[in-house]
């Protein structure tokens, strides 16, 4: 059973001056455990997929079903709990909370789930970032650190709440080869040891070459 | 509580002038409404020797018109047949004490130069209904007031001025040439206690003209009455049997051709404060709007400002916001944390703002000037100008400040789109 159904999603987004087709009639099935690649010329609507499928966006026409729900009518709380429970973010530009420290921006999604204790927060933060090998960085803040450990942050991050998914947007678009490597070697880890989905937009043809599967986008359309 | 502490200590130091702004704006804001709310409990928090003026109603002069002639008729204090008439016995008052209003008259003492003082004519009950702090002997009671001794109650300044010592029980004073004897000597009470305020205080007994009648007619004479009341008394039921009591009076008068109008009496602290003359009924509620307007303006003035300077504070903090909701902040939780977070700042400007207002009450008295005009303003203390209310008072306007200027900002913060706010590059 696919953990994410896409059917018929189109995104048009209106101003004043022009009316852009970003995503047209996209059909889509993801499995559980699924390492996707998304792929396409810049502009093509690929990170609009990828919000409409995080809930950060919504689509014009068409449907997306999650985890067997219907995103589609969903209202604020709702969907923020839902992105609380099952997606995890990762960003290009990794989008690290300059105030905080690591501690802190790691246990993010913590803050926003209800009954998690002090000493279980304290216990997962701890158990992510030894899995990203940044306990030592735990009291630094993000301006402390280089692109590639922020990105292990950011990772560390999306997975601290546990979620099924995780929704990586040219996770290695800022980084040097090496540290892209390190990062995606995170990722593959995730997805084998944990199972976790992972759909990740890449410009790199070797990582994506690593995933189970290439999505290619043109123009707001799946091309292949 | 410490993420919000994290966050604003962040950005007092990397936008220290910003913070120092919000402060300052802040800080003035209550200051100002501050200064306002701490005149008016002057004028109605209770403050020793009145700490009863939540209980206290006080009865003034009877405003007599003629039935036929068209005039505005004239206010009269009352006489003790007419006052016990008003007065006796009413439901849920404990107390009812007689006086006579301030006068000042020649005080001296033989071997001395005299000096003038306030002196007040009242009865022993007057002693229960306001607090004194006696430094030597004690008040008169009630069998003096019965025989109309003549014995005298004077502050410690009186004492000092004409015996030297404020241990003056059993010594001789002239209070207008006329021999008393000192039974106790009290501290000196702040002419903003408008009730209690005379440094000689004397049985109205001990002076004949205070018991009769004036020549106007048997209702009037020189009295007037305080009175405390049950903490549950309703005030408005002591209020309708009073005016019962007048229409009584009325109708007894009318083949006078004349009548007495009632206005509301007796009056509570607040309206006392505000009466101008026995004639008219205080109008409380005008100047309750008037302050409540001032409320508003000290109120909006700096809320729009302090409101442009959080929204561009969240203008920058705009990709985080967008951050923390993909990771699950609803946006109601985003409203909730800048206004909590705000809240805290306007709590530190506001604690500033008290503390300045409460200086200057203290060091620039000028500003009760007004409560009682017939006097020089004294040192005030802090008993008069600090209580629990205005605390809470401040932290009340802290928290509309707060409500007022932060309030659209976080709302706005709130309804942006997640994916616009994150990718919104803003340093
Ligand atoms: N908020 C928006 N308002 C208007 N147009 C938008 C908005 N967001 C995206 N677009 C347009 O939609 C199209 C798809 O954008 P999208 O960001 O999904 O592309 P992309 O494939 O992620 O490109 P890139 O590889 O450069 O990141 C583009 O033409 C873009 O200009
Ligand atoms: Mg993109």
């Known amino acids: 059973m696919p953990i994410i159904t896409i059917e018929g999603v189109s995104k048009t987004y209106r101003t004043k001056e022009i009316e852009t087709l970003a995503l047209e009639n996209v059909n889509l099935e993801i499995q559980k455990g699924e390492f996707l690649s998304i792929m396409g010329p810049s502009g093509c609507g690929k990170s609009t997929l990828l919000n409409i499928i995080g809930l950060l966006d919504t689509p014009t026409t068409g449907t997306v079903e999650i985890n067997g729900k219907m995103t589609a009518g969903m209202n604020d709380s709702t969907k923020a709990h839902f992105r609380n429970a099952n997606i995890g973010f990762v960003f290009q530009s990794f989008h690290l909370i300059p105030s905080l420290n690591v501690f802190d921006n790691v246990s993010l999604p913590l803050a926003y789930r209800n009954g998690v204790s002090d000493s279980e927060r304290h216990r997962r933060v701890s158990e992510v970032l030894e899995r990203v090998g940044l306990s030592h960085r735990m009291r630094h803040n993000p301006g402390q650190l280089s692109g590639g450990q922020c990105q292990r942050v950011a990772i560390a991050r999306a997975i601290v709440g546990n979620p099924e998914i995780i929704l990586a947007d040219e996770p290695t678009g800022n980084l040097d080869s090496k540290m892209g490597a390190e990062v995606m070697n995170l990722l593959h880890t995730l997805n084998k040891e944990d199972g976790r989905t992972i759909i990740m937009v890449t410009h790199n043809d070797a990582q994506a070459a690593e995933t189970d599967r290439i999505a290619r986008f043109f123009d707001g359309r799946q091309i292949s | ?427």
Not at chain 2, 48 to 53: G, L, Q, V
Not at chain 2, 95 to 116: H, Q
Not at chain 2, 166 to 180: L, M, N, Q, V
């Open chain 2, 1 to 427: 509580m410490k993420k919000y502490l994290q966050q604003i200590w962040y950005e007092m130091r990397h936008q220290p002038l910003i913070g120092i702004v919000t402060l300052s704006a802040t800080a003035l804001a209550i200051f100002l409404i501050m200064v306002v709310v701490t005149i008016q409990q002057v004028k109605v928090a209770p403050f020793a020797p009145e700490i009863n003026r939540d209980r206290m109603l006080s009865g003034h002069g009877m405003h007599v018109k003629s039935l036929s002639r068209n005039e505005d008729g004239s206010a009269m204090a009352i006489s003790p047949a007419a006052l016990h008439e008003l007065y006796d016995s009413l439901p849920g008052v404990k107390a009812l004490s007689v006086y006579v209003e301030r006068n000042m008259e020649n005080i001296s003492v033989t071997g001395r130069t005299s000096m003038t003082a306030e002196v007040l004519d009242n009865d022993e009950k007057f002693w229960d209904i306001f607090s004194f702090e006696f430094i030597d002997g004690k008040p008169y009671d009630k069998a003096a007031v019965e025989a109309g001794m003549k014995e005298a109650v004077i502050s410690e300044s009186v004492a000092r001025r004409m015996f030297d010592t404020d241990k003056a029980s059993g010594r001789e004073i002239k209070i207008a040439h006329i021999p008393y004897r000192v039974v106790g000597v009290v501290k000196d009470v702040s002419p903003l206690a408008t009730a209690a305020y005379a440094h000689v205080f004397i049985p109205y007994t001990s002076q004949p003209g205070n018991t009769r009648a004036s020549e106007y007619g048997e209702l009037f004479g020189a009295l007037e009455a305080f009175m405390l009341i049950d903490e549950h008394a309703s005030i408005p039921d002591i209020k309708k049997e009073v005016e019962r009591r007048y229409s009584i009076l009325s109708s007894r008068l009318k083949k006078q051709d004349q009548e007495v109008l009632y206005h509301g009496q007796p009056y509570t602290q607040e309206e006392r404060i505000t009466s101008h003359g026995s004639n008219n009924t205080p109008d409380t509620e005008t100047d309750r709007n008037l302050r409540y307007a001032i409320y508003v303006i000290l109120l909006l003035i700096p809320a729009i400002n302090l409101g442009s300077i959080t929204q561009s504070r969240l203008r920058r903090r705009i990709s985080e916001i967008g951050i923390r909701r993909a990771f699950g902040c609803t946006r109601r939780r985003v409203i909730l944390d800048i206004l909590v977070e705000n809240f805290i700042i306007s709590l530190v400007g506001g604690i500033i703002g008290l503390l300045l207002a409460i200086c200057f009450s203290y060091f620039y008295t000028g500003i009760f000037s007004d409560i009682n005009p017939e006097y020089p303003t004294p040192q005030i203390d802090f008993s008069m100008i600090f209580h629990t209310s205005t605390f809470f008072a401040a932290l009340l306007f802290c928290f509309l400040l707060n409500l007022i200027s932060a309030g659209l900002p976080a709302w706005r913060a709130s309804r942006v789109n997640p994916v616009e706010a994150i990718n919104s590059v803003h340093k």
